[in-house]
């Protein structure tokens, strides 16, 4: 739960750059090809981090143009560019429409009311999720996956370690 709008900019933009670090490791390949018939494909799931920022904020009484799930673009540079245009619009909108106060108003969020603070706490919490279901379907894939909280396997050597297993 946030309870001041600096504190959720602060996260916001550190989670929004770990998901453009991952998003710019796929490979326009690797949006369609299918690891398994109950997993969602690269792209499914890039697709569904992506709209469902606009999706979620809208529900606020936030108003910035959605991103279609029916047309999403099919290229990476097409979905990282479709990306930042979501998350610049969702910090925008927040900083001119609300303020520490406002993070305590509730809103109906899928039949439950939601304090605010919570919902962005929501929308960072279910970013996250899904960016790390993209990372297993992305070492499927034989992916590079970028280190996010710590050093991925590639990166250990980086700090002059033996990768972990």
Avoid: C
């Amino acid at each position: 739960m946030y309870y001041k709008i600096s504190d959720f900019i602060k996260d916001w933009t550190y989670e929004s750059e770990a998901t453009l670090k991952v998003f710019n490791n796929l490979t326009d390949e690797s949006l369609t090809k299918k690891v398994n018939e109950n997993v969602r494909t690269a792209g499914r799931l890039a697709r569904h981090i992506t709209t469902s920022i606009s999706e979620m904020a809208q529900r606020t009484g936030l108003s910035f143009q959605a991103v279609d799930e029916n047309s999403f673009p099919a290229t990476v540079k097409e979905i990282v560019d479709t990306y930042k245009s979501a998350s610049e619009n969702l910090l925008n909108e927040i900083k001119d429409k609300w303020t520490d106060e406002t993070l305590q108003q509730e809103d109906d969020m899928y039949g439950e009311k939601w304090k605010r603070g919570k919902t962005l706490s929501i929308i960072i919490n279910h970013q996250i999720h899904h960016r790390g279901q993209l990372t297993v379907v992305m070492r499927l894939l034989g992916l590079k996956v970028p280190g996010i909280y710590g050093p991925a396997k590639e990166e250990w050597t980086n700090f002059g370690m033996t990768a972990q297993e």
